[in-house]
């Protein structure tokens, strides 16, 4: 699948459902090739709208979501950054916890189930790229372009 046509797809839906303060900046289309990626567009979808989603609940209805993709010779990227509350050290290292959250209202198994899709069934690797309180936080998805989904 082309990791942007993912992308948009799951920002527009998700731009439905957020708070108009709420700006999201996706990378457009680039012109020429497609970036392919190996991966169930079902289940990436919701590792996308699950980030997003905790995204729109940690900065409260305004901030801006936004994603990046980059590559190396053998891995692809999605940077997915939020302006919101952000984290300590301490929280951002239990994240992936099952049962472990930050939310008043939550069950704590959204990131959780993330990592499971992203590294046991498409051999990636997921992970908190940089967060602090009152700064937001960026999540990292690296899925090698070569290896195939389980």
């Known amino acids: 699948h082309d990791i ?12 439905r459902r957020a708070p108009r303060k709420v700006v999201f900046s996706f990378p ?14 079902p289940l990436f979808d919701w590792v996308l709208e699950n980030l997003i989603r905790n995204a729109l609940d940690a900065m ?7 994603a990046e993709v980059y590559e ?16 300590t050290s301490g929280q951002a290292s239990k ?4 049962g472990w959250t930050t939310k008043a209202r939550g069950w704590g198994l959204g990131l959780s189930l993330s990592k499971r899709i ?10 908190v790229k940089k967060t602090a309180p009152g700064k937001g936080t960026t999540f990292t998805i690296r899925l090698n372009k070569n290896k195939e989904p389980k």
């Open 60 to 66: 409260e209805g305004k901030g801006e979501i936004k």
């Open 4 to 15: 942007f046509h993912l992308l948009e797809s799951t920002r527009a839906y998700m731009s």
């Open 72 to 87: 190396d010779a053998e891995n692809v990227y999605i940077d997915v950054t939020d302006t919101g509350k952000g984290m």
């Open 28 to 41: 457009d289309f680039p012109s020429g090739d497609a970036l392919m990626v190996n991966v169930n567009a």
């Open 118 to 127: 992203i590294e046991e069934y498409h051999g990636g690797k997921i992970f």
């Open 95 to 98: 994240i992936f916890r099952p």
